[in-house]
């Protein structure tokens, strides 16, 4: 166990392993200054950032980050917690990262890492799997990623093919190319894309914006299982290609000539296709 503060440029912190009891962890270090770094083994290690350009490599480590400050965190189970103004990139599997202001930006790396924010920039690299909650994020992610989104007002650009992206929230727009999109909890948003497979459930509101004509669309709990691509959709009677026997989604696709109508069957609502004025 050892307490230790870094100021200046450039120095590094090394974690100690106990001479009494041969056990490492339990290390207290401050990052000040710029540049800064620490190493720690064990676990319950206690880091904090007051500076930037820091860099923290340990697991199962609580790390507290001030106003401001900026700092790479490399391993695995940490938890994060984050001010306002900060600049955080994760490396590992299991970190958990939340912030109490905004103006934040995080980078994740890595298998089922999570950010809780409002009004931040996250970035996820390619391969990796994450969650982002929280109010008006702007997150861009890579190829072959595992996104989901919780929360209300987040947009999220995906820059490669074969990512899966999942919306719990209201008001959530997702640029994709050759991905897939699913909102799930009476969500709403839009998708912006080609090649894209876009699955909506009850209640949910999806515009498709752009290039969609080689998306497919298809209601989760559609009595029918009913699949189709906008193109398709465009020639077939509503009454027979979208009932859901349910209260269904209202889907909106923009740039075709096919404004659609509502279907009721068994008394139900079932879903919408129109052309969005």
Known sequence: MCTATLNGTGGTVQGVVSRDSGQSGSDTVTLAGTGNSTNLIGSNNIVTVTGTGATANASFTAVTLADGAGATVVGDGNSVAGGAGDSLTVTGTGNLAMFAGTGDSVGLTGASNEAK???????????????????????????????????????????????????????TGVAIDQGSVTFVGMSSGGVTGQSDSIVAGDGDTVN??????????????????????????????????????????????????????????AGYASTVLRRAA
């Not at 969650?131 to 008006?136: H, I």
């Not at 290039?211 to 009454?239: F, L």
């Open 208 to 265: 498709l914006t752009g290039a969609v004509s080689d998306s497919a669309v298809e209601t989760a709990n559609g009595a029918c299982g009913v699949r189709a691509t906008p193109k398709q959709v465009r020639s077939m009677p509503a009454r027979r290609a979208l009932t859901t026997g349910k209260r269904g989604s209202e889907i909106a696709l923009r740039n075709k000539a096919w404004k659609g109508r509502q279907c009721v069957e």
């Open 117 to 171: 924010l409002a009004g931040g920039a996250v970035s996820v690299a390619d391969g990796s799997s994450a969650v982002v909650a929280g109010t008006g994020n702007s997150v861009t992610a890579g190829a072959g990623d595992s996104l989901e989104l919780w929360g209300d007002s987040d947009s999220a650009t995906v820059t490669g093919a074969g990512t899966d992206v999942r919306v719990s929230g209201r008001g």
